[in-house]
């Protein structure tokens, strides 16, 4: 059974850093793709970033690119999400997910499918 476990929310104050970190398990790590979202009150779900072990690439949301960092620690399974002046627009609950493995997926700032896991989301205020 495939688990994400996304952790490392938090309050901080306007230009801080936090790091989330999304645990995987139940799938080949090797050859995975992990995305992360976020969505805040009132606002639908939207794209942040991912990484995809198969080929080695990454995206941003043009909101978070130079901001934010997406790596992957295959050793623990575990996927990172380094946020840096952090804004208070960027308030929201985060989320990691996941598509099967050799399934079609897409994945844009406000749209995309294919994302058949998810884990439990981590709260990330911003205080102004």
């Known amino acids: 059974e495939v688990q994400l476990q996304a952790s490392g929310g938090g309050l901080v104050q306007a230009g801080g850093s936090l790091r989330l970190s999304c645990a995987a398990s139940g799938f080949t790590f090797d050859d995975y793709t992990i995305a992360w979202f976020r969505q805040a009150p009132g606002k639908e779900r939207e794209g942040v970033s991912y990484?995809?072990?198969?080929?080695?690439?990454?995206w941003y949301a043009d909101s978070v690119k130079g901001r934010f960092t997406i790596s992957s620690d295959n050793a623990k399974n575990t996927v990172y999400l380094q946020m840096n002046s952090l804004k208070p627009e960027d308030t929201a609950v985060y989320y990691c997910?996941?598509?099967?493995?050799?399934?079609?997926?897409?994945?844009?700032?406000?749209?995309?499918?294919?994302?058949?896991?998810w884990g439990k989301g981590t709260q990330v205020t911003v205080s102004s």
């Open positions: 990484i995809s072990r198969s080929d080695g690439s990454t």
């Open positions: 997910a996941a598509p099967s493995t050799g399934s079609s997926w897409y994945m844009g700032a406000s749209y995309y499918y294919g994302m058949d896991y």
